[in-house]
Every structure is written in structure tokens, then in C-alpha cells.
């Protein structure tokens, strides 16, 4: 009898991604930009595991984010534990720890991967590393100056140009005030009409109004039409004594500061909400301004409220999650994608196999001096051994025989263009540092 056999599928797990050598090419290189800007601005590096207890989340989030969103499961130990959806409850978390000790205004970054229980598409999947740049211990308006900075030169030097993306801000001081002072509705209600704004882009006028209607009736036509304000002016036009509300003095002095700081594609947007609830002043997202790639890139806002949940004093925090799906699509979208290069600088090759120790003892002298160099090791022919070094995007090959290891001297070849220089063995690293 032939027994079946159960073969098991080359692919990963929904909604997760493999990265081979050409992914991880661009994954350190969008990393890299990230991280160095942040340094650049003083911010330093933390890190935490992945494993978090749910109720670092049920705490803020609610139970049917944990229950729907999340990846969370009981351990051995009967503990329910979830896979980190985001960083801010984790450097909320580390930093009420440590508050006493930790020097003020801390300014921390990290690029942690996060696990959502998504349904995969363009821009969403169940795995995303998302770098985090947060300020805990500034109060003003220069924390949110310094931060939509950061974030704007990050996108500079990806390469894009100021008219490529667009900075959207809002206020949940602003938004509170229209909801439960100007509007006066109950937290459910108000609640459901923030849900339904946050996807207002999403749907035609029509579908939003008669969205609106079915959540409150009398004043629907009201809400509807401020949510369509298009300056921050015309809003206020809308609201009486808008004055008085703290998040509109603020948000014309925040816009005046970015513009000074030279960022001057920021437009007003009443109806962004951003997802969560910890968020309790300025907000902030940045969107593609493509029409192929119209959508949100990343995003962030003032938390100052998020360390009471620790039973911790209040720290003001202002911070932003940038993830990589969302830059490597923009990325694309504007043809900013690096070119894949290898990383290694010489591929050594030899006329037989009798020629390996030669080749491994020049790779070896090469790798002392700061050389990478790639040894064939194959019983392939020559020829095949440059086609694998052409293949890995190895820039130079040379190839170890009789005459190499009589002479001690050896061709070089840059495979771009067949440029061949014949070095001595003790010349080769100059000829590649010097480069
Ligand atoms: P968020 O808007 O949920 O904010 O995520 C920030 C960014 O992470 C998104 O704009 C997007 O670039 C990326 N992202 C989120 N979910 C996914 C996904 N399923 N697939 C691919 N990319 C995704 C936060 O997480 C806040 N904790 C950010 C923050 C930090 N606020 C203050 N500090």
C-alpha cells in the first residue's frame, strides 16, 4: 500500500512575511534611515520583548480590541498573554517603572515588531516592524514641533520632496469639544460617530450622512457639515465660543511653528481621530499625496495621560509608530527603492578543488583587513563559479590556480563592466579600501 504523504506548504503563515536577502536589503536600509535620524535628534534606543500580559492592553484599549485584534493566549501558567500590537503601552509601561530615575525629557526610539490580527491587504498585514519615536516629560507644543520634525526629515531622507506626502493634524481637544460640548452627546454616541469619521474617506458624501443620521438624528445635518470643514477657520466659523477651547489657540501656533521650521505641507483635517483612545491632544497623520498610493503612512499624537493606568504621576508624552509596509510601499510608489547591491566585495573562485585551502587562506588575510570576500567552495567549472557571483551581486571575482598561487599575484575582475587589474596579494585590500 502507498502510504499517502502530507506535504507540508513553502509558504508563511497568513499575513506574515519571509525576508530574503533582497527584502532584508531594503528592510536595513529603511531601518537604517530611520534610526539614524532619530539619533540624530537625540533619541536613544530601547527594547522590550513581545510577549506582553493582556491586561497591559485591556487596561486602555478595552477587552474587544484584546479579544479581536490581538494575539493573545493562555500560557502554561494560565496567564493570558498577548503578542505586542503596538509599542506605546510597552515605553509607557518601562517608563512608569523607572520614572524616578529616568532623566527628563526622555527621548527614546525603538523599531519593535508588531502582531495584528488583521485581514491581510496593500498596507495591512498580521506581522509589521513600525518605529516608535517618543518624548515623555515636555508639556508644550515644542514636543509636537520636534517630533512632526523628526518624522519629516525621515521621509527627506528616503529622498521624498515635500508635495510627494502631506502632514494631517487635528486635535482631540478639538474633537471632544465638538462631540460632548457643542453637540452635547452621550459617550456611546459619541463614540460610534469617531468610529464612523475615521473612515469618512472612505465612503461617498452621501453614505457618510446617512451614516451619521442613524447614530444621531436631530443634529446629524450639523455634524456632517462641520466634519467637511476644510480650514481650520471655517470650522471655528461653525462654533461658537471656539475661542475658549484650548486645542484651537494651540493648533494655530502648532501650525505657525511647523511652518516656520520649514514643513509646510500640513493641512487641517477635522475628521482625523486616530484609533486610540489614550491619544488627548494633538493628532497627527501623514498621508501619501499620490493617487496611486493615497493612503495614511504613519501617524501619532500627544498621550499625557497613559501613565496613570500604572498608577504612576502623569508625564506628558508626544510620539508617532512609522511602519515599514507603509514606507516601503510610498517608497515604491515614487521610485525611491535603493538599488540591491551585495554586500560582500570579493568573490574568490578557483580553477579545481585542489585550490581551496589557497582560496580560503586569501579570504581569510582579506577578512582581517575588513574585507568581505566569499569563498566558492563548489565542484562547479569556473565559468558556473562567476555566473553565482553575477547571480549573488558580488561586484569582483577572482579566481585562485597554478599560476595565482606560484605567483602570489592575482586578477581582479569588476563584473560590472570586465575591468581587470592584476594585484599582489598584500596590494588587494589597499585596492578595495581605497575605494
Ligand atoms: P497606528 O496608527 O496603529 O499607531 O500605527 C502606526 C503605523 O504603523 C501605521 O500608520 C502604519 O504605518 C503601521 N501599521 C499599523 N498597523 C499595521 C498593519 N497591520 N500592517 C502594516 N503596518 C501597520 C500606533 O501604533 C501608535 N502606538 C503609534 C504611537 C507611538 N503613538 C504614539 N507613539
Do not use: C
Request: aromatic share 10%.
Amino acid at each position: 500500500m502507498v502510504s499517502k504523504i502530507n506535504t507540508i506548504s513553502t509558504m508563511p503563515y497568513k499575513g506574515v512575511r519571509d525576508f530574503y536577502p533582497e527584502d532584508m536589503f531594503l528592510q536595513d536600509y529603511i531601518f537604517e534611515k530611520m534610526s539614524s535620524v532619530a539619533r540624530l535628534y537625540g533619541y536613544t534606543e530601547y527594547g522590550a520583548s513581545v510577549l506582553e500580559p493582556a491586561e497591559l492592553y485591556r487596561a486602555k484599549s478595552g477587552d474587544e480590541i484584546v479579544n479581536e485584534q490581538t494575539y493573545t493566549f493562555k500560557d502554561r501558567g494560565d496567564r493570558d498573554v498577548t503578542l505586542r500590537p503596538e509599542m506605546t503601552p510597552t515605553i509607557a509601561r518601562m517608563v512608569a517603572a523607572r520614572k524616578r530615575e529616568l532623566p527628563m525629557p526622555l527621548r527614546w526610539f525603538s523599531i519593535p515588531n508588531l502582531f495584528r490580527y488583521e485581514s491581510p491587504q496593500r498596507g495591512r498585514v498580521r506581522e509589521h516592524w513600525q518605529l516608535n519615536v517618543d518624548i515623555f516629560g515636555v508639556s508644550s507644543l515644542d514636543a509636537e514641533v520636534e517630533v512632526i520634525s523628526l518624522a519629516s526629515d525621515i521621509m527627506k531622507a528616503f529622498g521624498a520632496k515635500p508635495d510627494m506626502f502631506e502632514v494631517r493634524l487635528n486635535s482631540r481637544l478639538l474633537t471632544n469639544y465638538i462631540l460632548y460640548t457643542h453637540l452635547a452627546l452621550p459617550e456611546e454616541k459619541a463614540h460610534a460617530l469617531l468610529k464612523l469619521t475615521d473612515r469618512k474617506d472612505k465612503m461617498s458624501e452621501p453614505e457618510f450622512r446617512e451614516k451619521v443620521l442613524e447614530i444621531i438624528a436631530e443634529k446629524s445635518e450639523e455634524y456632517v457639515k462641520i466634519m467637511s470643514a476644510s480650514s481650520l477657520d471655517d470650522l471655528i466659523a461653525l462654533l461658537p465660543n471656539s475661542a475658549k477651547i484650548e486645542g484651537v489657540a494651540n493648533f494655530k501656533e502648532l501650525k505657525r511653528r511647523l511652518r516656520e521650521h520649514g514643513i509646510q505641507n500640513i493641512r487641517f483635517s477635522p475628521t482625523l481621530t486616530r484609533g486610540f483612545d489614550y491619544y488627548t491632544g494633538t493628532i497627527f497623520e501623514v498621508f501619501d499625496t499620490d493617487p496611486k498610493n493615497r493612503r495614511s503612512l504613519f501617524g501619532g499624537g500627544r498621550y499625557d495621560d497613559l501613565l496613570g493606568v500604572f498608577d504612576a504621576d502623569r508625564i506628558p508624552a508626544v510620539g508617532f509608530g512609522m511602519g515599514d509596509v507603509t514606507v516601503a510601499d510610498f517608497i515604491d510608489t515614487h521610485g525611491l527603492a535603493p538599488v540591491y547591491k551585495s554586500l560582500t566585495t570579493l568573490y574568490i573562485g578557483r580553477t579545481s578543488e585542489q585550490f581551496n585551502v589557497n582560496a580560503v587562506q586569501l579570504a581569510e588575510k582579506l577578512r582581517q583587513k575588513g574585507i568581505s570576500a566569499e569563498v566558492d567552495l563548489s565542484d562547479k567549472k569556473v565559468g558556473e563559479q562567476i555566473k553565482t557571483a553575477v547571480k549573488k551581486g558580488v561586484p569582483y571575482v577572482t579566481i585562485v590556480g597554478d599560476d595565482e598561487v606560484s605567483s602570489n599575484n592575482f586578477k581582479i575582475k569588476r563584473l560590472a563592466d570586465g575591468q581587470e587589474e592584476i594585484l599582489g596579494e598584500s596590494a588587494i585590500a589597499d585596492f578595495f579600501n581605497a575605494k
